[in-house]
């Protein structure tokens, strides 16, 4: 049986696809396909999460996983949060929105933050009982971009443990430890004790 992955998100699908490689399904992108992204217009990382995975549900009659994850700064009140991939704007890229938390960020000292995930699996759209996982991956915000890798804030994310950006780090060590990563292992752990979860 397919599940979808709700989104259109190249980064996420490139790190989505190989942690949910044991799912038990067959994975399909929704960038490859015509469903559109529904208005992701609630006030929290879950709801948004479900917003998503239920459209796609809708839209297809398959099972869906969604996710949605942002920047939580502490100086700037959990900014950018759910507004993190549209900070600087509706289309805002990459480099606006880290210019944009470089503004923002020049009059503060404490410059601690974390990423958030909260991960959605739904059996269908009217799913009473969705599967939820979350992860948080916890660093700081540099003061200038450093790494060519990753996406979305990366370059500004700094792993102290680790003395690296998440920019600089390798996939798979990014993919064990980050935000999205734990959400994932969780979301595994949920999924393999679904009796509908076998390959098929």
């Known amino acids: ?47 948004n999460a479900l917003i998503k995975a239920r459209a796609v549900c809708a839209a297809t009659g398959l099972p869906s996983i969604a996710d949605d994850s942002g920047l939580v700064v ?9 507004f993190s991939a549209r900070y600087a704007g509706e289309e805002a890229t990459d480099g606006d929105n880290n210019a944009r938390l470089l503004r ?23 799913d009473p009982t969705p599967l939820i996982a979350t992860g948080r991956w916890h660093g700081e915000i540099l003061t200038e971009p450093k790494g060519d890798g990753g996406f979305g804030y ?21 993919n064990t430890i980050s935000h999205r990563g734990q959400a994932c292992a969780l979301m ?3 999924l393999s004790a679904q009796p509908f979860t076998a390959t098929r």
């Open 1 to 47: 049986m397919d599940l979808v992955l709700a989104t259109r998100n190249q980064g996420k699908i490139d790190e989505m696809r190989p942690m949910l490689a044991n799912v038990g399904f067959n994975l399909v992108n929704q960038s490859d396909t015509d469903i559109p992204s529904p208005v992701e217009d609630a006030a929290t990382f879950v709801e």
């Open 104 to 126: 923002e960020l020049a009059s503060h000292t404490d410059r601690s933050a974390y990423f958030f995930c909260c991960m959605v699996f739904l059996r269908s759209a009217q």
């Open 154 to 174: 990366d370059p500004l994310f700094w792993v102290p443990d680790l003395k690296k950006s998440a920019a600089e780090l390798v996939k798979a060590e990014k």
């Open 74 to 82: 502490a100086a700037l009140g959990g900014a950018p949060g759910i």
């Open 188 to 190: 595994l752990q949920s």
